[in-house]
């Protein structure tokens, strides 16, 4: 385990939890962090430099949760070691490192995997299963909103930090990358680094989505909204019923003559659906698990990490020259993303 900061103890404790994997190392450059780690897996051993990790023949795998500018070096030498690799989002701080990333693990027959733990979340599952089912009708726009009071970065944007969430799952539940995308926001705290964004996407299918994101909100909120035709979906990430599904609808009568049209509003039932209480990062390392055994990450896994570091890079890409960015041209979308972890 590479990295103890804010989400390493995360994956530390839920590799613990798998019963057929074995912490051998925890590597972190904090020396008072890595001291805390130590009293608390006390048969692990801990170390300062990358290189003890890569070194030891008994290592297979190395997870990575480190800042997002050294997630191309750490997990390019851990390939270059023979070693599998799971990389925190995003899986590296542009779209070029990510698409080296990837050739180098496919060149070497190495598991690589990126953490998009969204994707793997049994609610979030549950809305790809709607949409895939039609039950939603006609899409017609996303709203999401992933704010809260800190946590301020150092070497990213808010785009880069929180981004990734919301793009990995607007992607894999409609399978189809953004033509364009156009990105606003300030840098309100430390100049030069924008703690506020609000994204606006447009997909092929004429589904339009706007992403807002924030370091700056009085309390912390992760909502999304999708409206279709015939029925209306609220994902809430922190409520204790994650989907309500709205059978809410408006219906346009083609008018008879100039000037005449009727709209007529459908309010129905309100339906929270039971949602499998399976941990996500538990599913998505057991998934890293078997990418391992595989030496191959699950089918379309390593296309949406891709192209999650493509949209995130032409969204920020807005945001510094204040027009629209074209994303034509720079996707690759397998036709079916599915974790394989339940």
């Known amino acids: 385990m590479v990295g103890l900061g804010y989400w390493g103890p995360s994956l530390l404790r839920a590799l613990f939890d798998l019963p057929n994997v074995q912490v051998k190392w ?23 430099r990358i290189d003890d990790v890569l070194e030891d023949d008994a290592v297979d795998a190395v997870v990575i949760a480190t800042p997002v500018y050294t997630h191309f070096y750490l997990a390019s030498r851990a390939l270059h070691a023979g070693k599998h690799a799971f990389v925190e989002k ?50 017609f726009f996303v709203s999401s909103s992933r704010v809260n009071l800190g946590l301020h970065q150092q070497d990213i944007s ?13 992607l894999y539940w409609f399978d189809e990358m953004p033509e ?15 703690d506020v964004a609000f994204v606006t996407l447009d997909f092929p299918s004429g589904l339009l989505a706007n992403v807002e994101l924030s370091w700056l909100a009085p309390s912390k909120l992760r909502r999304t909204v999708i409206v279709g035709s015939e029925r209306m979906v609220v994902y809430d ?6 989907i309500k599904v709205f059978n809410h609808g408006v219906v346009y009568q083609d008018p008879e003559t100039f000037g005449e049209y009727h709209l007529s509003y459908r309010t129905g039932d309100i339906v929270s659906p039971k949602i499998d209480a ?22 379309g896994h390593l296309d949406l990490a891709r192209n999650v570091a493509r949209l995130t890079e032409a969204a920020e890409e807005s945001l510094r ?22």
């Open 26 to 48: 925890i590597c972190d450059r904090d020396p008072e962090r890595l001291a805390r780690y130590e009293r608390r897996y006390p048969g692990v051993m801990s170390t300062l």
């Open 90 to 139: 995003p899986l590296a701080a542009s779209s070029r490192e990510a698409d080296e990333l990837v050739r180098v693990a496919e060149s070497k027959g190495l598991a690589l995997m990126c953490g998009h733990t969204f994707i793997y979340s049994p609610a979030v599952r549950a809305v790809r299963t709607m949409l895939e089912q039609g039950e939603l009708g006609e899409l």
């Open 180 to 194: 364009k995308v156009r990105a606003v926001g300030r840098d309100s705290i430390v100049k030069g680094i924008s």
């Open 278 to 299: 399976a941990e996500p990062i538990l599913l998505e390392l057991s998934d890293f698990v078997a990418a391992v055994e595989a030496r191959e990450a699950p089918l």
């Open 321 to 342: 020259t204040g027009g629209d960015v074209s994303l034509r041209g720079r996707t690759r979308f397998a036709e079916l993303i599915e974790p394989r972890g339940e």
């Open 237 to 242: 990430d922190g409520s204790t019923e994650p």
């Open 158 to 170: 808010v785009i880069w930090d929180l981004g990734p969430h919301d793009f990995s799952m607007l």
